[in-house]
Each structure stands twice: as C-alpha cells, then as structure tokens.
C-alpha cells in the first residue's frame, strides 16, 4: 500500500515563497513518477511539477523558474520550493505518487492535500 503524505504550504505575501513537502512510502522508485498537482480557482486539476523514474524534473509553463521540485530517495520525501509567488498559486497542492505510465491521467496514489495561499 502506497502512502502519501503532505505537509506545510500555508499563507504568504505576493513574491514570497514557501515550500510543501511529502513523505512517500511504499512505492517502487524505479517504476514511479512522484510530483505535484494543485487545484485553484482557474483550474480543477493542474499538474505542477514532476520527477520521473529516471530522476527528471518537468515542470509545467506556469511555474517553470519559480518553482523548483526534489526528491529525497533515502529519505522517500519530495519537495516543492515555490519562489516569487503569485495570487494565481494560490490553491491545494497535491502529493502525488504513480506509475509513470498514469500518472498524467491523475491516477496513482494522492495525499489529502496542503492548502497554500498567496495575499496581495
């Protein structure tokens, strides 16, 4: 059984930052794509960033040099440092872990989710 679970986020100020953690267990490494989506006020469902089974960190359009994605493999945890941010991330991220091949389709293992929220 896969366990995924997130913790800090919370509220900061517009070009602040903030970073939202998660511990995994369970999973296999080797087979496993680990990353973030986040749902906000625009969007239902938004992948962030990822990390492939190969160590590749993909990011999406929105976040791409603000947001900076790790991965701990001794410790089974994964970070999202988020830098300069914006109203529009305001928002619940997700920690997700998940096969690579499904993991864009949003299955796979997800966290209860951590709010984060930015405040102009």
């Known amino acids: 059984q896969v366990n995924v679970v997130e913790s800090g986020g919370g509220s900061v100020e517009v070009g602040g930052s903030l970073t939202v953690s998660c511990e995994a267990s369970?999973?296999?490494?080797?087979?496993?794509?680990m990353g973030w989506f986040r749902r906000t006020a625009n969007k239902e469902r938004e992948g962030v960033a990822l990390?492939?089974?190969?160590?590749?960190?993909v990011y999406s359009d929105s976040v791409k040099g603000r947001f900076t994605i790790s991965k701990d493999n001794a410790k089974n945890t994964l970070d999202l440092q988020m830098n300069n941010l914006k109203p529009e991330d305001t928002g619940m991220y997700y920690c997700?872990?998940?096969?690579?091949?499904?993991?864009?389709?949003?299955?796979?293992?997800w966290g209860q989710g951590t709010l984060v929220t930015v405040s102009s």
């Open positions: 990390i492939d089974a190969a160590g590749k960190a």
């Open positions: 369970g999973y296999t490494p080797s087979m496993y794509c």
């Open positions: 997700v872990a998940a096969v690579c091949a499904i993991y864009a389709t949003g299955g796979g293992y």
